[in-house]
């Protein structure tokens, strides 16, 4: 079976313009590098951190022999590009801070905020980082070395190759400005360098807006210790984090604990060509919403296109189902030996991560138990400022459990939606399969949820995915369930129910 399932729909495809023999400089040591200078260094910081006035600016050399000896007043006088550049990123990281609904806290990209970052990364970006680090200290030695190391560790790692070359170029040359290329080589490799130019954005948005210690995305309300890790990926951002379920069964002798996430990861990912909130089969976004992931492929049955291995998710879940989306076959999954990493937008649907942050994943997370939040943008809060949007759906969820424990059908009816369906049943289809549940139990018993998990998604509608263990009184197993609840005229109402 999973022999087979990498024919489905929704896996990344290798746009052939991005292994093209224009762009086939990148992946050479060497040779073509400094000619291909259009994403040097500054790509990391944005193009649009370019001083309005040239010249108002210093190349990257100007600290070099060369440098000196032609403008050695403007050494004095003005900043490098670099610093130019990092002071514009620097004051755009500041104006977000207060005003960004995300909740993102606005970083500096200082030597001690960036240890903090780095042993979230995976490997290889936090190597690129460090070498960006060190590059802003003027040690443009160290850092070419480094460089150097990196590309020979990671020869298919397109925009740190880009970075090594242009740490080549400025032993000899002044960079003047970001794309100081010949323009035949900027045009055959136009959408190559687009791509690593939003890629480096990305990574570097990554580390200037960083979620505050100790908070986690409003989508995990609570979270059952079944459930030893989390992932919620960041469209907008290309992010992918991974957290530790350090939360405590129960805060007391009523209610749910406050969800305790640790940050173990945080990823640099690809999405869908055509970007996100999928619908159709073959449209290739990747789907928004709340999953689990349902298998651990064996890589020695897949194609060398998915790298180290896949994660299927269940998509479509039955929110999908009920709005009539399809398509298949969306994983989270590696890269091919070409390529280190995807453009931010390079799939056919599925998550892509780099080989070596794959492996982390793969021997991190438990199949059927690790959640899978895949939002356009996330919002991020204090665990304990979810307390006022758990409760009220805690009551509706402690009502129904009374409900079926007392055996009160009509009752127990009312918290099912009229549009409710179970593998192509309706309700009236499927409620005499709870009918005789319940009259098998015989005499009124009490129900109790264990291990409960709450995930909230928000979009048109307001939907809570709820998994739990029903177990009856006195015993010590039970079914899992896991429940879609859907808010109806101001009432919350289930749409699906099944077990996990």
Not at 465 to 474: K, L, Q, W
Request: net charge neutral.
């Amino acid at each position: 079976m999973a022999g087979r399932r990498y024919f489905q729909r929704g896996h990344a495809s290798v746009p052939a313009a991005h292994l093209s023999s224009g762009f086939s400089g990148v992946l050479r040591p060497v040779a073509g590098l400094a000619t291909l200078a259009a994403c040097v260094i500054l790509v990391f910081l944005f193009s649009s951190c370019v001083a309005r006035n040239p010249t108002d600016v210093v190349g990257l050399a100007s600290t070099t022999g060369t440098a000196q000896a032609q403008a050695p007043s403007a050494i004095t006088q003005r900043p490098s590009l670099f610093d130019s550049a990092l002071a514009k990123v620097q004051d755009a990281a500041h104006q977000l801070s207060g005003s960004a609904s995300s909740g993102l806290q606005a970083r500096p990209l200082s030597g001690e905020a960036l240890l903090e970052v780095l042993p979230l990364l995976g490997q290889a970006e936090a190597r690129l980082i460090d070498i960006y680090r060190l590059i802003s200290q003027g040690q443009h030695r160290e850092a070419l070395l480094k460089a150097s190391v990196l590309v020979e560790d990671h020869p298919n790692f397109h925009l740190a190759h880009l970075v090594h070359g242009d740490l080549l170029s400025v032993q000899a040359l002044p960079v003047r400005q970001l794309g100081d290329v010949p323009d035949t080589k900027a045009q055959a490799a136009a959408e190559q360098l687009a791509a690593l130019r939003d890629e480096s954005a990305r990574r570097l948005r990554a580390l200037i807006e960083r979620p505050p210690q100790g908070s986690i995305p409003t989508q995990f309300l609570a979270l059952s210790s079944q459930s030893r890790h989390a992932i919620a990926v960041d469209a907008s951002r290309s992010r992918l984090y991974l957290f530790e379920n350090l939360t405590p069964t129960r805060s007391g002798s009523n209610g749910f604990a406050a969800p305790r996430l640790r940050l173990l990861g945080d990823f640099y990912i690809s999405v869908g060509l055509q970007g996100i909130e999928k619908t159709v089969e073959g449209d290739k976004r990747t789907p928004l919403g709340v999953y689990y992931i349902t298998s651990n492929l064996n890589p020695n049955n897949l194609p060398d296109l998915y790298g180290v291995g896949a994660l299927p998710i269940n998509y479509p879940n039955p929110l999908d189902v009920q709005r009539g989306k399809t398509g298949s076959g969306i994983w989270l999954h590696g890269t091919p030996r070409e390529q280190f990493v995807r453009a931010p937008l390079a799939s056919d649907g599925c998550v892509v991560l780099s080989n070596p942050d794959l492996e982390r994943l793969l021997a991190t997370v438990q199949i059927r138990t690790t959640p899978v939040v895949i939002a356009p943008s996330l919002e991020w809060v204090m665990p304990e400022s979810l307390d006022a949007e758990r409760q009220p759906f805690e009551a509706a969820l402690e009502a129904w459990r009374s409900a079926k424990s007392q055996g009160q059908l009509e009752d127990l009816k009312g918290f099912y939606s009229s549009r409710f369906q179970n593998q192509g049943r309706d309700l009236a289809q499927w409620w005499p399969r709870v009918e005789g549940e319940l009259r098998s139990a015989g005499a009124a018993r009490d129900l109790q949820l264990k291990e409960v998990s709450m995930l909230r998604w928000r979009d048109s509608q307001d939907t809570m995915v709820v998994t739990f263990g029903e177990v009856a009184h006195g015993q010590t197993r039970g079914v899992t369930k896991r429940q879609y609840w859907a808010r109806e005229r101001d009432q919350w109402k289930i749409f699906f129910e099944g077990n996990t």
